[in-house]
């Protein structure tokens, strides 16, 4: 009989951490973002996740100086020639069609990526602040001349703040990340690593993760160390239990 009850007990006891286990992931998977990015900006084109480019610019000594692999989407709001008004478009970077170029001083590193035909030129500017011997990214510009533009889109800061890294590092971020630029561009990376200066022979350096990357591991580490806890918890009881039904026997 006790036999019994202390099985059920047991089996009562595993259970319930699991399904609280399943319960806090599901609470936290609504709270996550969307993956799929929206398709009503864009109802005629599939925003899918953009493939990763790969681009490289090299020194005036031959060899690379700032490598990137990455995934590129524009957010971009312009005035349609065809609608004759300003419409939203989601347009990935594909990297069979871009051609990567630019330079490297020692304070600064520039990566210009230029699509077919030179309909798009997107530059991004990276900062070395050599005292902290960190880096970011400090300038995005971007030109267009797409068929449907009514006039040449140009969008241009040169006081950003993003991806920032540490001289000797390369910088990491598997999220997706929105980069913006002007009320009328905005540009969605995903799966970056890159690397603006201190590179060692065309490799990238040890990954610095980003922000992101860490708020999401952090996650099923809770998730885990609750239910490690729980099962703890539950088998401190079971052997209790044991030990006091064990001294009733004995005194009987
Ligand atoms: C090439 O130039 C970079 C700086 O721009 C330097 O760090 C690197 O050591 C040079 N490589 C060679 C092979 O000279
Ligand atoms: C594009 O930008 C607009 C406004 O800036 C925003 O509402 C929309 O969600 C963005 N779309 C994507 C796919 O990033
Ligand atoms: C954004 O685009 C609209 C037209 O599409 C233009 O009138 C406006 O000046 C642009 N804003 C900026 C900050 O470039
Ligand atoms: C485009 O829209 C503007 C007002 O938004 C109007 O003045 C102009 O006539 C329109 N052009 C065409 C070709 O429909
Ligand atoms: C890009 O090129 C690679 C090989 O050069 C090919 O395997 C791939 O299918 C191409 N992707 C697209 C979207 O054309
Ligand atoms: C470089 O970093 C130092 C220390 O963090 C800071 O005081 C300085 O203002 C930075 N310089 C620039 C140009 O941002
Ligand atoms: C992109 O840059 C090239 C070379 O500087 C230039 O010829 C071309 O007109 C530019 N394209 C746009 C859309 O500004
Ligand atoms: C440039 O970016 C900064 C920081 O994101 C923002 O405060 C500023 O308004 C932007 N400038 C323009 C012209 O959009």
Request: proline content about 5%.
């Amino acid at each position: 009989m006790t036999q019994m009850c202390r099985v059920q007990s047991w089996c009562l006891g595993v259970t319930l951490p699991l399904i609280l286990a399943a319960a806090l992931h599901q609470g936290f998977a609504t709270v996550a973002p969307p993956t799929t990015p929206q398709t009503t900006a864009a109802p005629h084109k599939d925003p899918e996740r953009p493939e990763r480019g790969n681009y490289l610019v090299t020194g005036s000594n031959g060899t690379a100086c700032l490598l990137a692999y990455m995934g590129l989407q524009l957010n971009i709001s312009f005035t349609s020639f065809s609608q004759n008004k300003t419409v939203q478009d989601i347009v990935n970077l594909q990297p069979n069609f871009t051609k990567s170029s630019g330079s490297c001083e020692a304070e600064s590193a520039t990566l210009r990526l230029t699509t077919d035909a030179e309909k798009t030129n997107l530059t991004f500017v990276f900062a070395l602040n050599t005292t902290s011997n960190k880096y970011h990214l400090s300038e995005v510009s971007l030109s267009a001349a797409w068929p449907d533009m009514k006039e040449h889109f140009f969008a241009q800061n040169r006081s950003l703040d993003y991806l920032r890294g540490t001289l000797g590092y390369s910088y990491m971020c598997r999220e997706e990340q929105t980069l913006s630029v002007t009320p009328n561009l905005s540009i969605n990376t995903f799966q970056v690593q890159l690397q603006p200066f201190g590179l060692t022979g065309d490799k990238f350096g040890a990954a610095e993760e980003c922000q992101l990357d860490e708020d999401d591991m952090l996650i099923p580490i809770i998730v885990g160390a609750a239910l490690a806890g729980l099962v703890l918890i539950v088998l401190l009881a079971y052997l209790i239990g044991r030990k006091r039904s064990h001294a009733g026997y004995q005194t009987i």
